[in-house]
């Protein structure tokens, strides 16, 4: 009996994970869900009777029950270096004159690939069977995530070789599913997801493999190193896909750039009827023995380009501006858009940032206007279509009255004659209220990222809390009086509140939303002085002596901590335990000490907040705009405006690898 077992779960598991290929990286399912499920789940029972016939590489275990704490990091054997992005066709013929005069040739064979909009992971195989899974991290070092990689279907656990090779490639997930989870998201009260690249880094960070697998992750390999692998690029895709590996379709072996250019042309239009996002299409040389004579950079491939897409724009229709009331009361006018696709996402909202800006593009309700994603994120009104504008049109009319509590508004100038915004003076109107309780948990400030808007709406409805600081007085009973909130749901907030309490004080003063101090102001004054009691008794004196504060800055701090409703706050937030200490924090030495840095472009392997961090840390400034005081210009991808005006000014432009330098 044990003989027919053995030989029925081996049989199973192969079964499983020749349909897991079919469906996951081919695409092309042979046997229906209901098949496939049957076989799973005789496989399941028969491996949980018997776990003596149980394997690593079963498919019921891509899925484990270890929860990771901490990732733990893991060096890449070579690094995985970013590659030189260009942004016109000049730039790649530049970069294919350098390669021939290199390698002392009138031609090259590319190889061109499309950039999948996704996180860049390392696979390693030995004795057939996955053994490590890590993240790029800083090119050097990665996150052990082999748990997570398990979860994701298309990733064959074993492969019919036993030598040790490694495989690269992007995670990734798909515009269908991301929309999928964002409808569960909203339905729950938790915050949507931006876009599906944020999603998948999102999800490769979880810390229970339950959970990554509800994910949907998806996986495009795009190289291979190994003994398996010598001779072509090409060919290597071609043995990445015979050991079962999903490898994108659309590559194309192109004889010359001219080639490669036409590839990227006809790519244009057809990248945005893929399921995936793409940004860009990457340029290989296809023969190895040239990638190895040409080599690298400290920090790119010299053998490779890639060519980055200008943001999509298109038209769609202004159904209706709307006025938002934020946290500190100023007034934001809100585009409501005709439902248009870009950039792989549905864009129904854009912001108008002022009323000076109404006025500049003299948008109105009914126009015709484009829109594109500023750094394929945020929504952007570019212009108005005037040839396309409907005969009725009317200038929009500037409020007078808050929306909310009908208070009348005040201007905010920046002299006596230039509208800057408008904003509702009442402390008591609820918009406000809420809108200071959604930024007091928001990840910059205390981070309570289970007490969604949703969730602080129904909160303020029922009456369970009036301002931030009742947050810390919520009992898990209280929050079971909410719609659809689970008991696991309830202990996640309650934890999440707990947690927030051991928050430094820089988190805490920006936190409080006092008016013009940002995070960057919120660390100078924490380093500056003892606890929160210390910056309330500082007069216009002491606050001037920082070159950092201006004369505006520190009247709003004086006002706002001599409000009685903020020192009833505070003696309510420290009655619930939150008193943390400031005081100066010890600088290290790095590449950005005593300079001032301005960020710019979307950063691969750090999110901004972090760059900043790690500025900070080596006693580096970061600026907001680009002048003849800046430094240094970190530039990501889509870098902008500010990278023109940067090199106007002959500033300094540096990559990331430089946070790596302290």
């Known amino acids: 009996m044990s003989n027919a077992t053995e030989k029925r779960v081996n049989e199973l598991r192969g079964l499983v994970h020749h349909h897991d290929h079919q469906y996951y990286a081919l695409g092309n399912p042979t046997i229906s869900d209901r098949e496939y499920d049957a076989l799973y789940s005789e496989l399941k029972t028969l491996v949980e009777k018997h776990p003596e016939f149980q394997s690593p590489d079963c498919p019921t275990m891509r899925v484990g029950s270890d929860?990771?704490?901490?990732?733990?990091?893991?060096?890449?054997?070579?690094?995985?270096?970013?590659?030189?992005?260009?942004?016109?066709?000049?730039?790649?013929?530049?970069?294919?004159?350098?390669?021939?005069?290199?390698?002392?040739?009138?031609?090259?064979?590319?190889?061109?690939?499309?950039?999948?909009?996704?996180?860049?992971?390392?696979?390693?195989?030995?004795?057939?069977?996955?053994?490590?899974?890590?993240?790029?991290?800083?090119?050097?070092?990665?996150?052990?995530?082999t748990n997570n990689i398990r979860t994701i279907r298309s990733i064959p656990l074993v492969v019919n070789d036993s030598s040790k090779f490694e495989v690269r490639g992007e995670v990734y997930m798909t515009v269908d599913t991301l929309q999928r989870l964002n409808e569960?998201?909203?339905?729950?009260?938790?915050?949507?997801?931006?876009?599906?690249?944020?999603?998948?880094?999102?999800?490769?960070?979880?810390?229970?493999?339950?959970?990554?697998?509800?994910?949907?992750?998806?996986?495009?390999?795009?190289?291979?190193?190994?003994?398996?692998?010598?001779?072509?690029?090409?060919?290597?895709?071609?043995?990445?896909?015979?050991?079962g590996f999903p490898v994108n379709n659309h590559i194309t072996v192109c004889d010359g750039i001219d080639r490669v250019i036409i590839f990227i042309e006809k790519f244009s239009a057809l990248r945005?009827?893929?399921?995936?996002?793409?940004?860009?299409?990457?340029?290989?040389?296809?023969?190895?023995?040239?990638?190895?004579?040409?080599?690298?950079?400290?920090?790119?491939?010299?053998?490779?380009?890639?060519?980055?897409?200008?943001?999509?724009?298109?038209?769609?229709?202004?159904?209706?501006?709307?006025?938002?009331?934020?946290?500190?009361?100023?007034?934001?006018?809100?585009?409501?858009?005709?439902?248009?696709?870009?950039?792989?996402?549905?864009?129904s909202r854009a912001t108008l940032h002022n009323y000076d800006e109404i006025e500049r593009l003299d948008v109105r309700e009914g126009d015709t206007v484009l829109v594109e994603k500023s750094g394929e994120i945020i929504p952007k009104v570019l212009k108005v279509i005037i040839k396309k504008r409907p005969a009725h049109s009317r200038p929009f009319e500037v409020l007078k009255k808050c929306p909310e509590c009908s208070t009348s508004l005040v201007r905010d100038k920046d002299n006596d004659e230039d509208l800057v915004a408008l904003r509702c003076p009442n402390p008591s109107c609820p918009a406000k209220i809420e809108r200071r309780i959604q930024h007091f948990v928001s990840r910059n400030a205390m981070n309570i990222d289970s007490l969604g808007p949703a969730i602080i709406h129904q909160l303020l409805e029922k009456k369970l809390i009036r301002d931030?600081?009742?947050?810390?007085?919520?009992?898990?009973?209280?929050?079971?009086?909410?719609?659809?909130?689970?008991?696991?749901?309830?202990?996640?907030?309650?934890?999440?509140?707990?947690?927030?309490?051991?928050?430094?004080?820089?988190?805490?003063?920006?936190?409080?939303?006092?008016?013009?101090?940002g995070e960057t102001t919120a660390k100078l004054l924490a380093r500056n002085v003892k606890n929160i009691d210390d910056l309330a008794?500082?007069?216009?004196?002491?606050?001037?002596?920082?070159?950092?504060?201006?004369?505006?800055?520190?009247?709003?701090?004086?006002?706002?901590?001599?409000?009685?409703?903020?020192?009833?706050?505070?003696?309510?937030?420290?009655?619930?335990?939150?008193?943390?200490?400031?005081?100066?924090?010890?600088?290290?030495?790095?590449?950005?000490?005593?300079?001032?840095?301005?960020?710019?472009?979307?950063?691969?392997?750090?999110?901004?907040?972090?760059?900043?961090?790690?500025?900070?840390?080596?006693?580096?400034?970061?600026?907001?705009?680009?002048?003849?005081?800046?430094?240094?210009?970190?530039?990501?991808?889509?870098?902008?405006?500010?990278?023109?005006?940067?090199?106007?000014?002959?500033?300094?432009?540096?990559?990331?690898?430089?946070?790596?330098?302290?």
């Open 537 to 662: 008794c500082m007069g216009l004196e002491e606050l001037d002596a920082f070159n950092e504060i201006g004369e505006t800055m520190a009247q709003g701090i004086v006002a706002f901590f001599s409000h009685s409703q903020t020192k009833e706050l505070i003696e309510k937030l420290k009655a619930a335990g939150l008193n943390p200490q400031g005081g100066k924090e010890k600088i290290q030495q790095g590449f950005f000490t005593g300079k001032t840095v301005v960020i710019t472009g979307t950063l691969k392997t750090f999110d901004r907040n972090k760059a900043i961090e790690i500025i900070e840390s080596m006693g580096g400034k970061v600026s907001g705009s680009v002048s003849k005081k800046t430094d240094y210009l970190l530039a990501g991808e889509n870098p902008g405006s500010k990278y023109n005006k940067a090199r106007a000014l002959g500033v300094e432009i540096v990559g990331e690898e430089t946070l790596n330098n302290h």
């Open 468 to 517: 931030f600081a009742d947050i810390y007085t919520l009992k898990k009973e209280n929050l079971a009086e909410l719609e659809r909130m689970g008991e696991k749901s309830a202990q996640n907030i309650i934890n999440g509140i707990e947690k927030s309490k051991s928050n430094p004080l820089n988190r805490l003063i920006f936190a409080l939303g006092i008016p013009h101090v």
């Open 272 to 347: 945005h009827t893929l399921p995936y996002n793409t940004d860009g299409v990457v340029i290989k040389i296809n023969d190895l023995g040239l990638q190895r004579r040409l080599g690298t950079t400290a920090k790119s491939p010299r053998w490779s380009i890639a060519f980055k897409y200008p943001p999509e724009q298109k038209e769609t229709k202004i159904l209706e501006i709307v006025n938002q009331v934020g946290r500190t009361g100023v007034i934001t006018p809100v585009a409501n858009l005709e439902p248009v696709l870009l950039s792989g996402t549905t864009v």
């Open 67 to 145: 929860l990771t704490k901490e990732f733990p990091k893991v060096a890449h054997e070579r690094p995985m270096l970013s590659i030189d992005n260009s942004y016109d066709t000049n730039d790649l013929h530049e970069f294919n004159k350098r390669v021939l005069k290199e390698i002392e040739q009138l031609s090259v064979e590319y190889v061109a690939e499309p950039k999948i909009d996704g996180i860049a992971c390392s696979l390693i195989y030995n004795n057939g069977r996955l053994v490590l899974g890590k993240t790029r991290g800083d090119g050097v070092t990665g996150d052990n995530i």
């Open 184 to 243: 569960i998201a909203e339905e729950t009260g938790e915050k949507p997801m931006k876009n599906p690249r944020n999603a998948a880094a999102g999800a490769l960070k979880l810390q229970n493999p339950k959970e990554v697998a509800k994910k949907g992750l998806c996986f495009f390999a795009y190289y291979a190193e190994g003994s398996l692998f010598s001779i072509s690029h090409q060919e290597n895709l071609k043995t990445l896909q015979d050991l």
